[in-house]
């Protein structure tokens, strides 16, 4: 008999995608998310923001109004932060001079807790349909490892002539060691898993919904050229929007595959409706228009899918960008210039603050070719602004 549709989302804050070896790193160690990756459909090209406070906004309650009025149990679960971890100052350095840090007292370890115990209290029930949607903050900067994980990579820290090595090294070295942490504590989630849905596991979402800003590059996330961030566009560079997306349903045969169509963090939310079928039509078709979104569910199943030519993308201090495939534009001011820029000025107000840069060859969004292509920007730049007047 089969089981009633059940899903796990596992949402990080913030996550550098390069720093796991499906996405192209070499030496971070993080078999965890590796296993699930060649279980899961990976996604390439996804995209999200800070700003995008998927799963708890009030822009996507009637989603979680929607789950309940299908009969199915719905439950968010957050870290839990203790008022002395908010106001800790600590360098992440310290951790390699010998400060300690309790795993299990970590927050990240304390939802893995809780999740265990709310999976084990769900598969008691297997007639329920339900929603555990797990929320973390990933791994923010400056981050400490514990001992255990921060040894791991100690070598790494000795230069070529047996000296300790320089401050971006040690940064680069703490990071990796943050990502093996965060990997053994999903393994946790994995295990949980396996041990209650030997059968049937639930559908499998692990999405991040920024990068950090530590200065990408191959490969790894602090040794780059220097190309500092512009400050004017810093939070829609590339390393902090293209995130990592995997799905795992286990009823399909596309696992292990990867898709490079274009995706983004509110796609989250249709998707789950599509898998519980909650959806009705109209109501849908409203939440893909106000989200720009769509189920990823035909991707997943390998089915025929409408791909997106573009995704949108603002942050929390009024810049908004918008991603193709061979391009990305960048919108300085753009809520101010919707507002206080009359139509017969915008053209040249806008063009004066978009920048545009090559994808993917231009990594860094070090060289704007918006003047030598006036055409791509009007276009898109028109594009931008109508998706901003919709949001």
């Known amino acids: 008999m089969p089981y009633p549709p059940r899903a796990i989302v596992l949402t990080l804050d913030r996550l550098s995608r390069r720093c796991l070896s499906f996405y192209g790193h070499e030496w971070i160690e993080a078999p965890n998310l590796e296993r699930l990756a060649a279980c899961s459909v990976v996604f390439d090209q996804h995209f999200g923001t800070a700003a995008d406070a998927i799963g708890q906004s009030d822009e996507t309650s009637a989603f979680w109004t929607r789950l309940r009025e299908a009969g199915v149990e719905a439950r968010h679960v957050a870290e839990k932060f203790a008022p002395s971890e908010n106001d800790s100052t600590?360098?992440?350095?310290?951790?390699?001079?010998?400060?300690?840090?309790?795993?299990?007292?970590?927050?990240?370890?304390?939802?893995?807790?809780?999740?265990?115990?709310?999976?084990?209290?769900?598969?008691?029930?297997?007639?329920?349909?339900?929603?555990?949607?797990?929320?973390?903050?990933?791994?923010?900067?400056?981050?400490?490892?514990?001992?255990?994980?921060?040894?791991?990579?100690?070598?790494?820290?000795?230069?070529?002539?047996?000296?300790?090595?320089?401050?971006?090294?040690?940064?680069?070295?703490?990071?990796?060691?943050?990502?093996?942490?965060?990997?053994?504590?999903?393994?946790?989630?994995?295990?949980?898993?396996?041990?209650?849905?030997?059968?049937?596991?639930?559908?499998?979402?692990?999405?991040?919904?920024?990068?950090?800003?530590?200065?990408?590059?191959?490969?790894?996330?602090?040794?780059?050229?220097?190309?500092?961030?512009?400050?004017?566009?810093?939070?829609?560079?590339?390393?902090m929007v293209h995130t990592p997306l995997l799905i795992r349903q286990s009823a399909t045969g596309s696992v292990g595959s990867r898709r490079q169509e274009l995706v983004q963090v509110s796609d989250l939310l249709p998707t789950l409706l599509d898998w519980f079928q909650a959806g009705s039509r109209p109501f849908a078709a409203a939440l893909d228009q106000q989200l720009n979104s769509r189920s990823l569910l035909p991707l997943v199943g390998n089915e025929e899918f409408s791909c997106r030519e573009a995704v949108f993308l603002r942050d929390d201090e009024g810049h908004a960008a918008m991603r193709t495939r061979d391009f990305l534009l960048v919108e300085r001011e753009a809520a101010e210039l919707l507002g206080s820029v009359s139509s017969s000025e915008r053209t040249d107000a806008v063009d004066f603050s978009c920048q545009l840069f090559l994808k993917p060859e231009d990594v860094w969004e070090v060289n704007d070719v918006a003047e030598q292509n006036p055409e791509k920007v009007a276009v898109m730049r028109d594009a931008l602004r109508e998706w901003l007047r919709r949001e």
Not at 95 to 108: A, H, K, Y
Not at 115 to 142: C, H, V, Y
Not at 180 to 197: A, K, M, N, P, S
């Open 90 to 239: 600590e360098s992440d350095t310290q951790n390699f001079e010998g400060d300690s840090v309790d795993l299990e007292t970590t927050p990240m370890a304390r939802l893995m807790v809780e999740a265990n115990q709310a999976l084990t209290e769900l598969a008691a029930r297997p007639d329920t349909s339900w929603l555990l949607w797990l929320k973390s903050a990933g791994i923010t900067w400056p981050c400490v490892a514990t001992e255990e994980f921060a040894e791991l990579y100690a070598d790494e820290l000795e230069g070529d002539q047996g000296e300790f090595a320089d401050e971006i090294r040690l940064a680069e070295v703490a990071y990796a060691a943050c990502v093996t942490q965060l990997d053994h504590l999903v393994g946790r989630l994995l295990t949980t898993i396996e041990q209650l849905f030997r059968e049937d596991p639930p559908l499998l979402m692990l999405a991040t919904l920024a990068g950090e800003s530590l200065g990408e590059s191959e490969p790894l996330p602090l040794e780059h050229v220097d190309t500092s961030p512009s400050p004017e566009t810093w939070k829609l560079r590339d390393e």
